[in-house]
């Protein structure tokens, strides 16, 4: 018989999430504008809701996620930490394994 398996997958640390698809996709749209804003936009999301999430993470994780730069002559911006593009890479790690997984059962299957 075929079928096809669905997941949806997240990271916890205590019980609480830092990172699921959603949040995953804001980081990379973060990096990939250099705005909150812009971001949040892109993804559907408020800028107030995109700011929560991003201060609701450093708080579970205990560092910054992002570095924000105020206007001016070259204007503002927002960059990720180090330890965000570390966030990334290791949740699309743990996402691939995921997917392979998956693709391996549902071929057995």
């Not at 990271?11 to 990172?19: A, F, H, R």
């Not at 804001?26 to 999301?45: H, P, Q």
């Not at 996402?95 to 057995?108: D, M």
């Amino acid at each position: 018989m075929k079928y096809q398996i669905k997941f949806k997958l997240w990271v916890e640390k205590d019980g609480d999430i830092i990172i699921g698809l959603g949040r995953d996709k804001l980081l990379r749209e973060i990096e990939k504008t250099g705005s909150i804003s812009k971001a949040a936009k892109n993804v559907g999301m408020s800028y107030k809701k995109a700011w929560s999430f991003l201060k609701t993470m450093e708080s579970r994780l205990g560092v910054k996620l992002v570095k924000t730069h105020r206007g001016g002559k070259k204007g503002g911006g927002t960059q990720l930490t180090e330890e965000a593009k570390q966030l990334l890479s290791d949740f699309e790690r743990i996402n691939t394994a995921f997917e392979n997984l998956k693709k391996q059962l549902e071929k057995n299957g």
